[in-house]
């Protein structure tokens, strides 16, 4: 089991559902289609998921796109990737494709990097409302990047990219530091994806305002996998939670778009121990596992 930080800054308890300041729920929904496994979900940002993508991921990270305002220039407009890039102290190579943009529109880069810098480019907890990242097996020549730059913004964020580009493994899209879509032909890549999510739910709900960071082990990734073998989609919300120990959380098998109820009806309650870093499985038969 890996140990994972959740900060006070996390894509859980910092994003908010209407006026009333409900968090928002765990969901997840996997596909698969001729060897690409799909998985949308909430809530993540990018600097949560890199090493988790990275068991799928080559050494070169393409970063196909950026969009933010926390860099800004002297004008008061947002810097380009490249210029991030060099602020955060991270080698790179800058592909300018502002070609691809509307007639008008700001500077825009492509950017190549070792997948491992990722976590630099992305520290200091800045924010971003899009972030779109695919795997290479190193550097791209320019007439590559160009092809890449075009597809990518031809066929939108939720296109099979993995399809026009088989020579990579993962693609990473996301929004709004909340909403994520990755495309992966690692196999085990949804499971993956929702043992992560399912620690940094349970991390965000064991913080209060006395705490900057909590850690959390994952749970097994049986546990997820057993969880996907039964559906494909799943809603989490917190049932309670207690600083000083213990959080349970219930799923639902169902899918959730943004607006929609809550269910209250649970087929699985997941309960996580602070002090043991275990995770214990309640199903309706009151059948109960340790992980």
Same mark, same amino acid.
């Given at each position: 089991?890996?140990?994972?930080?959740?900060?006070a800054w996390n894509a859980f308890g910092t994003n908010r559902l209407g006026l009333d300041? &409900?968090?928002?729920? #765990?969901?997840?929904?996997?596909?698969?289609?001729?060897?690409?496994?799909?998985?949308?979900?909430?809530? @993540?940002? /990018?600097?949560?998921?890199?090493?988790?993508?990275?068991?799928?991921?080559?050494?070169?990270?393409?970063? !196909?796109?950026?969009?933010?305002?926390s860099w800004l220039d002297p004008h008061g407009d947002p810097l380009r990737s490249r210029?991030?890039?060099?602020?955060?102290?991270?080698?790179? @190579? /800058?592909?300018?494709? &502002?070609? &691809?943009?509307?007639?008008?529109? /700001?500077?825009? $880069? !492509? !950017?190549?990097?070792?997948?491992?810098?990722?976590?630099?480019?992305?520290?200091?907890?800045?924010?971003?409302?899009?972030?779109?990242?695919?795997? @290479?097996?190193?550097?791209?020549?320019?007439?590559?990047?160009?092809?890449?730059?075009?597809?990518?913004?031809?066929?939108?964020?939720?296109?099979? *990219?993995?399809?026009?580009?088989?020579?990579?493994?993962?693609?990473?899209?996301?929004?709004?530091?909340?909403? #994520?879509? %990755?495309?992966?032909?690692?196999?085990?890549?949804?499971?993956?994806?929702? &043992?992560?999510?399912? /620690?940094?739910?349970?991390?965000?709900?064991?913080?209060?305002?006395?705490?900057?960071?909590?850690?959390?082990?994952?749970?097994? *990734?049986?546990? @997820?996998?057993?969880? #996907?073998?039964?559906?494909?989609?799943?809603?989490?919300?917190?049932?309670?939670?207690?600083?000083?120990?213990? %959080?349970?959380?219930?799923?639902?098998?169902?899918?959730?778009? #943004?607006?929609?109820?809550?269910? $209250?009806?649970?087929? *699985?309650? *997941?309960?996580?121990?602070?002090?043991?870093?275990?995770?214990?499985?309640?199903?309706?038969?009151?059948?109960?596992?340790?992980?």
């Amino acid at each position: 089991m890996k140990d994972v930080r959740v900060d006070a800054w996390n894509a859980f308890g910092t994003n908010r559902l209407g006026l009333d300041g &409900t968090g928002f729920p #765990l969901t997840v929904d996997v596909s698969a289609s001729q060897g690409i496994h799909i998985v949308n979900g909430t809530a @993540a940002r /990018a600097c949560d998921l890199i090493d988790v993508l990275s068991s799928a991921a080559q050494n070169t990270a393409v970063v !196909l796109n950026i969009d933010h305002y926390s860099w800004l220039d002297p004008h008061g407009d947002p810097l380009r990737s490249r210029e991030i890039a060099r602020q955060q102290g991270v080698q790179f @190579a /800058a592909h300018d494709i &502002t070609w &691809t943009q509307a007639r008008g529109s /700001a500077p825009s $880069d !492509l !950017l190549t990097m070792s997948w491992n810098d990722l976590h630099r480019f992305f520290d200091g907890n800045w924010s971003h409302y899009g972030a779109d990242i695919m795997d @290479a097996e190193g550097p791209l020549p320019d007439d590559v990047a160009d092809e890449v730059a075009l597809a990518f913004h031809l066929q939108g964020q939720d296109s099979w *990219l993995l399809r026009e580009f088989p020579q990579s493994r993962v693609f990473y899209s996301g929004h709004d530091d909340c909403y #994520l879509h %990755v495309q992966s032909t690692d196999p085990t890549m949804p499971a993956r994806i929702l &043992t992560r999510l399912i /620690a940094l739910f349970g991390g965000s709900a064991l913080l209060d305002e006395h705490s900057e960071s909590v850690m959390v082990a994952e749970p097994q *990734l049986s546990m @997820a996998e057993n969880m #996907l073998r039964e559906s494909e989609h799943w809603v989490g919300t917190v049932l309670t939670s207690d600083p000083c120990g213990q %959080v349970t959380m219930g799923f639902t098998p169902t899918r959730w778009r #943004l607006g929609s109820p809550l269910s $209250d009806d649970f087929s *699985l309650h *997941l309960t996580f121990d602070l002090k043991s870093q275990t995770w214990d499985t309640h199903r309706s038969d009151n059948v109960v596992s340790r992980d």
